[in-house]
């Protein structure tokens, strides 16, 4: 058994063989490749998805031949882009790198997508991937030409940690020992080590001397200094109005508790927010706002009445500043933000959003300053107890009940998903774009596991593997709900679902239709004084209307619908509870009505993206 980085138990691999493995009579070290594949072992890389290419045949035999195909065990892929997807999934349970494989420069570019989602959500993923013989006098015909490229990692070069293309074994076992390292490393990110196809196919010639790992394995992120805990503990101390900002922390349950700690110390009010995983109990009388992508007005209200505001690695603050104070207005409050992100900022994508104003700039993990924050604020005040609210705390809403009625609504949909997971332990894996975030409750670290990244279309079902794939022995149900383009786009990552016997369990909130294009079409329109009514025009996935659960089924996954009650759905989720707890994956197909041109009820626009 292992722990994730949220403590809780799972199992070791344990996936039934279903290749019919013949035990080889050569499986000791004697290949290039076989020392590689012995250094994913020692790296307790436990899984290694993949779409097979000739530029690794020598690293595929020998983790089936020297291996075993275990630890690591196969993920085969129908595509790259699913197997580093599943990557990041994994790692936004777990804090720590799966490992993927990627076919030369093609398997490569095939990946980008992904690998830039888990760039941008500091997600750690140990990547592999090969190119045809370096020695162009090694080269096939054609193939292996097109196949080789000259400076692979460029390809992706602006959106990883690290990259290296190793030239003999030892420098391999080295890059790969780095590349582990780095991407374990906060603020994480992916990797990549490129091995030259004839390098693996070597045969070697003398014994291999494999790093110590005790001796390599990732240091303890960045503490703060004292100077800094201590100025940071006084200004939140002899704070009137204090907000916390929990931004991207840990999944561990020590620094979720340690996190609840420090806003009770001080009863400031504490912000989350549903572009990253949950952070706080949303129920807690201290959060009163609903997490959300964008700030709500009375989360505007808030802010501006501010006068610290302790950011822990938010994400885009100069961005929520701008939302809730104005885009020019100057910030008021005094501004601590603790964050290691800045040493991944490079020039050439923006996802180090603007540059906000701050007064105490703490180049720590945010993980590492709240113990030590919660202690100094403790002895400034003379008490462990809870300072009282400086806040009107949070009151309990009733929540409205689904339409029993007619098509279901992106809220009604929202309901029923809430009543579901609300006595079960649950991980989300994902909600789709428009989420209404008031149906959301988070109890505990790992109630959800956030948003992407990068925004890639597509992402949703693979991401929603790799979490369940994480979480397998842990007895939490893995339920995710993506939209519709973002299903028939990655729905064929399903077949490792069903292959591997990966158990999760798959709403698609069906509004047949780019809703998100759409807000913004009926935007272009009122801006120009056009006729709004055209907004669904090049916009819709219904004539005809794509088959969801077809799609699944061709996977050779279960699943039922098209539902459109909530009484429907709310059925349809106790049936796929239980052939989840089986162990199989399954899809419902749930249709939400956006009021789209020939849909039988109109008007209704709850999908709209925040």
């Known amino acids: 058994m292992t722990k994730t980085g949220a403590g809780i138990k799972l199992a070791t691999a344990t996936f039934p063989d279903k290749d019919n493995l013949v035990t080889p009579s050569n499986a000791e070290i004697g290949w290039a490749s076989d020392a590689m594949a012995e250094m994913l072992r020692r790296l307790d890389l436990r899984y290694i998805a993949l779409t097979p290419g000739a530029s690794y045949r020598g690293l595929h035999d020998s983790m089936v031949?020297?291996?075993?195909?275990?630890?690591?065990?196969?993920?085969?892929?129908?595509?790259?882009?699913?197997?580093?997807?599943?990557?990041q999934g994994y790692a936004k349970v777990t804090e720590k790198p799966m490992a993927v494989a990627l076919h030369s420069n093609v398997g490569l570019m095939h990946g980008t997508m992904a690998i830039f989602n888990a760039w941008c959500g500091r997600a750690p993923v140990f990547i592999l991937g090969a190119t045809g013989p370096g020695d162009a006098?090694?080269?096939?015909?054609?193939?292996?030409?097109?196949?080789?490229?000259?400076?692979?990692?460029?390809?992706?070069?602006?959106?990883?940690?690290?990259?290296?293309?190793?030239?003999?074994?030892?420098?391999?076992?080295?890059?790969?020992?780095?590349?582990?390292?780095?991407?374990?490393?906060?603020?994480?990110?992916?990797t990549y080590v490129c091995l030259d196809v004839a390098l693996q196919e070597s045969k070697l010639e003398a014994p291999v001397t494999f790093p110590d790992i005790e001796r390599h394995k990732p240091g303890r992120p960045p503490a703060p200094s004292a100077e800094s805990v201590e100025e940071a503990a006084r200004l939140l101390v002899d704070a009137k109005k204090p907000v916390i900002l929990m931004g991207r922390v840990s999944r561990m349950q020590e620094d979720w508790d340690a996190r609840i700690a420090?806003?009770?110390?001080?009863?400031?009010?504490?912000?989350?927010?549903?572009?990253?995983?949950a952070a706080f109990p949303t129920d807690h009388p201290l959060h009163p706002f609903e997490p959300r992508f964008r700030p709500s007005p009375a989360t505007s209200a808030a802010m501006k009445e501010a006068d610290v505001v302790l950011s822990l690695d938010w994400m885009d603050l100069k961005g929520h500043f701008a939302q809730t104070l104005g885009k020019n207005a100057k910030v008021g409050a005094k501004v601590i933000h603790c964050s290691l992100d800045e040493?991944?900022?490079?020039?050439?994508?923006?996802?180090y959003f603007g540059l906000p104003a701050v007064d105490l700039k703490i180049l720590a993990s945010p993980n590492e300053l709240v113990h030590p924050l919660t202690r100094a604020i403790e002895r400034l005040r003379g008490t462990k107890d809870k300072a009282a609210p400086k806040w009107p705390v949070r009151k309990a809403a009733a929540l409205p009940k689904p339409r029993a009625e007619g098509m279901m609504g992106l809220k009604d949909l929202a309901l029923v998903v809430r009543d579901f997971v609300e006595t079960r332990d649950v991980t989300m894996a994902g909600y789709s774009l428009g989420w209404p975030s008031d149906t959301v409750n988070f109890k505990g670290p790992l109630d959800y596991v956030g948003f992407d990244g990068g925004g890639g279309v597509g992402s949703g079902p693979a991401n929603a593997i790799g979490s369940a794939l994480a979480l397998k022995g842990s007895g939490r149900l893995c339920v995710a709900v993506v939209g519709d383009g973002d299903f028939t786009m990655g729905g064929n990552a399903l077949w490792?679902?069903?292959?591997?016997?990966?158990?999760?369990?798959?709403?698609?909130?069906?509004?047949?239709?780019?809703f998100n294009d759409v807000a913004h079409q009926e935007t272009m329109a009122k801006q120009r004084a056009r006729p709004v009514e055209n907004k669904f025009v090049g916009q819709e996935m219904s004539d005809p209307p794509v088959d969801l659960v077809g799609l699944a089924r061709a996977q050779g996954v279960e699943g039922e619908g098209p539902l459109e009650t909530s009484g429907e759905l709310a059925a349809a989720l106790l049936r796929g509870e239980a052939i989840v707890r089986a162990g199989r994956p399954y899809v419902i197909d749930a249709r939400v009505d956006v009021g789209a041109p020939g849909e039988a009820h109109r008007g209704h626009t709850s999908g709209r993206r925040e």
């Not at 040493?343 to 996802?351: A, E, K, S, Y």
């Not at 490792?496 to 780019?514: E, F, K, S, W």
């Open 65 to 87: 031949n020297y291996l075993g195909n275990r630890d690591p065990q196969m993920l085969v892929c129908l595509h790259e882009e699913h197997a580093v997807a599943i990557a």
């Open 137 to 190: 006098e090694e080269r096939r015909p054609w193939i292996d030409w097109i196949h080789t490229a000259k400076d692979q990692g460029a390809l992706i070069r602006h959106y990883t940690k690290w990259d290296d293309e190793p030239r003999s074994v030892g420098a391999t076992l080295e890059a790969m020992m780095r590349a582990w390292q780095i991407s374990s490393t906060e603020p994480r990110g992916p």
């Open 262 to 277: 420090l806003a009770e110390s001080l009863g400031a009010l504490v912000l989350t927010d549903m572009k990253t995983a």
């Open 343 to 351: 040493f991944l900022h490079n020039g050439w994508n923006m996802d």
């Open 496 to 514: 490792t679902a069903a292959h591997m016997g990966i158990p999760v369990l798959i709403v698609v909130a069906n509004n047949r239709v780019y």
